[in-house]
């Protein structure tokens, strides 16, 4: 690596680490300001960006819709939550402009997303570490699933299975289909273990299932290009024992799953709401029949203000006015949003601002992805797409940050004549 390489892939290293710890915020903030001052003016000149900027269509698409939500902002009635939010989604404006205007070597990027995975592996580790000894030293097995695993870094398992899926990829790409020699394979391999069990204590339903379908999807087109069909065997047996002893010995992470069978709600039930660590019955709030419920309340509050939305500042305001409206008590008296990124930004942006958002954010990074067969950038964004569906990552500053950096990052060595 140049010179230039070292300093940005170091102040990567420092951004990922960041990226998992949520109660060093003033800390966080000067590294990820040093890493895109440097990327912006370090790295590069002004003329090579402005070049960079006209070649990448999605990051016009990207101020496009920061844009967007700042008009939205101004013509809200609460101006000042509207800046509130405003300040969550900020990373996607940074982010691809401090990195998203960078050509770096493909070599550079795929180190870099392998140092992210290893970070993920840093992390996962000390956290497993930390649970086991929760529950068995301290008899609080509780502690070793779900938000409860995550809670000593201050992030919600959701976005902390986001990144651990991500690791996966990255780590199986590096597994697989790079020249690796026996020693680094194994630890990518115990990695890549390690990070699987992780998962399943993280305890993220939309995370686990897409993981297991990429891993099945995986397994049958490896077995059918390399005509590795032992090898296929062989990973198809050890992927369902595995899944049969993690749910035989650490049956917790089933109640997620249960929940999905309870799908029907009354928006005036004052049920309890459901937890993995105890009994799913009926008449509980759970995760599947509360998103339903909050979905069909966006979907009509939308449908009044189809093609500019309510505003940033007024989408919370203008969804509890829904809620009450259908009696729905349980989703006012926890503040509940409406879990859904894409319905979000309708409610807030309406037709125009998703249209933007699609095309900016997931169609040409995708477009331009494939367009360099680059699988690994359109599985990563891919993943960030379906993991929009079920929570409003906006509304959460590692959330942004999550999509803001992973998105351009991903298309840093595109060029627009490889075809």
């Not at 001052?37 to 900027?53: D, I, P």
């Not at 580790?125 to 938000?147: F, H, M, R, S, W």
């Not at 976005?159 to 194994?186: D, H, M, R």
């Not at 990070?195 to 891993?215: D, E, K, N, Q």
């Amino acid at each position: 690596m140049t010179i230039q390489e070292k300093i940005l892939y170091g102040g990567l290293l420092f951004f990922f680490g960041a990226l998992f710890y949520a109660y060093t915020d003033t800390i966080n903030g000067i590294v990820i300001a040093l890493l895109l001052l440097y990327a912006f003016f370090f790295v590069g000149n002004f003329k090579s960006k402005w070049g960079l900027l006209k070649e990448r269509k999605h990051i016009a698409f990207m101020m496009l819709f920061i844009l967007l939500l700042l008009i939205s902002i101004l013509f809200s009635d609460n101006t000042g939550r509207g800046f509130r939010y405003l300040d969550t989604r900020l990373a996607l404006f940074y982010f691809p402009l401090g990195l998203g205007l960078l050509q770096l070597t493909k070599p550079f990027k795929e180190k870099s997303l392998l140092g992210f995975a290893l970070v993920t592996t840093v992390v996962a580790a000390g956290l497993l570490v930390y649970g086991i000894y929760a529950a068995t030293v301290l008899n609080k097995p509780e502690l070793l699933y779900n938000d409860s695993l995550t809670a000593v870094i201050g992030r919600q398992s959701v976005y902390v299975a986001l990144l651990v899926n991500i690791s996966v990829f990255i780590l199986s790409y590096w597994i697989f289909y790079k020249p690796v020699s026996g020693k680094k394979q194994a630890l990518l391999l115990s990695a890549l273990c390690l990070l699987l069990v992780f998962s399943y204590f993280l305890a993220s339903r939309s995370m686990m299932l897409l993981l297991f379908a990429v891993a099945i999807g995986f397994i049958f087109h490896y077995i059918l290009t390399k005509k590795k069909y032992l090898e296929g065997a062989t990973l198809l047996m050890a992927l369902g024992i595995g899944v049969f002893l993690v749910f035989k010995f650490f049956p917790q992470t089933l109640n997620r799953f249960r929940e999905l069978t309870y799908t029907q709600f009354e928006y005036s039930n004052r049920g309890a709401e459901s937890h993995y660590n105890m009994e799913v019955t009926a008449d509980q709030w759970n995760g599947a029949n509360f998103r339903l419920a909050a979905w069909q309340c966006g979907w009509e509050l939308f449908l009044q203000h189809p093609l500019t939305g309510v505003g940033l500042g007024d989408k919370q305001d203008e969804l509890v006015r829904a809620y009450a409206k259908k009696g729905f008590q349980f989703g006012i008296d926890t503040k509940k949003n409406v879990h859904n990124n894409y319905l979000d930004v309708l409610i807030s942006t309406g037709i125009i601002g998703l249209a933007v958002f699609l095309v900016g954010w997931l169609g040409l990074p995708l477009y331009y992805s494939a367009r360099q067969r680059d699988w690994l950038a359109v599985l990563i964004i891919g993943s960030i797409g379906i993991a929009l569906f079920t929570e409003v990552y906006f509304d959460r500053t590692v959330g942004g940050m999550i999509v803001g950096f992973f998105v351009p990052f991903l298309l840093t060595d595109y060029r627009k004549e490889v075809v």
